[in-house]
């Protein structure tokens, strides 16, 4: 069964600061994704990674995927508070449907 | 329409009624999905819809869950007998083509939810 775990559950940042978080999955997938969530609303797609080595950035976020591992992290650079939202990452295996969630990552960052 | 538009935003539910959850997905978006997401928890599938395929019902934690698409539009999402511990949102979502993901990885888009409470 496929198992997806992220951590941290909850990050408290300063503003400026670096920090990773981490996603764990149990076995081999080949469809990684991360989500942004703003209390009370929907889901906002951020990233799919696909290959073993898939780097992607966008402003502040940039994702990484290792397959051999089965890592994928999320790296927020000069973190700034529009950034405070919870994280969740997804994986997907070639022939299921069930895209498993981690539990996501409460994060906030402060003055 | 623009994205993935769900219906109602919000219902509160008296407990044993039966609720029905609308989703309208991306126009030309043949898969579309369902999931779960209790209060500060992740999510949790339940659905999955592909084109003309069957199905993939296996996330449906009881028989009082069902959903049905009519071709690759509009789909329902019914809870009969409702319990408080289905109060959640219930959010759907929809993407081009699930060609395994190794040639399209496309993204899935998500509706804003319905947000249900069982009282």
């Known amino acids: 069964e496929l198992k997806v775990e992220q951590n941290p559950l909850f990050l408290s940042m300063q503003e400026g600061k670096n920090y990773t978080i981490y996603c764990n999955y149990s076995t081999t997938s080949d469809r990684l994704y991360w989500y942004r969530q703003d209390p009370g609303k929907s889901l906002e797609s951020l990233f799919v990674?696909?290959?073993?080595?898939a780097v992607k950035q966008e402003g502040r976020l940039m994702a990484s995927l290792d397959t051999k591992a089965r890592l994928s992290t999320l790296h927020i650079t000069a973190a700034v508070h529009d950034l405070s939202a919870t994280y969740f990452c997804?994986?997907?295996?070639?022939?299921?449907?069930?895209?498993?969630f981690g539990a996501g990552t409460r994060l906030t960052v402060k003055p | 329409g623009a994205g993935v538009s769900q219906s109602p935003s919000n219902k509160v539910t008296e407990k044993g009624k039966d609720v029905e959850l609308r989703c309208d997905p991306i126009s030309g978006h043949t898969a579309l999905y369902w999931y779960r997401q209790r209060l500060g928890q992740g999510l949790e599938f339940l659905i999955y819809f592909q084109g003309n395929s069957a199905p993939d019902k296996s996330g449906l934690p009881s028989d009082r869950f069902s959903a049905e698409r009519t071709g690759e539009s509009v789909s329902t999402l019914t809870i009969q007998r409702t319990q408080q511990e289905d109060s959640a949102v219930y959010l759907c979502a929809s993407s081009l083509s699930h060609n395994g993901g190794r040639v399209s990885g496309n993204t899935i888009y998500f509706g804003e939810g319905s947000w249900l409470t069982v009282v």
């Open positions: 997804a994986v997907a295996q070639y022939n299921n449907n069930d895209m498993r």
């Open positions: 990674l696909l290959s073993n080595g």
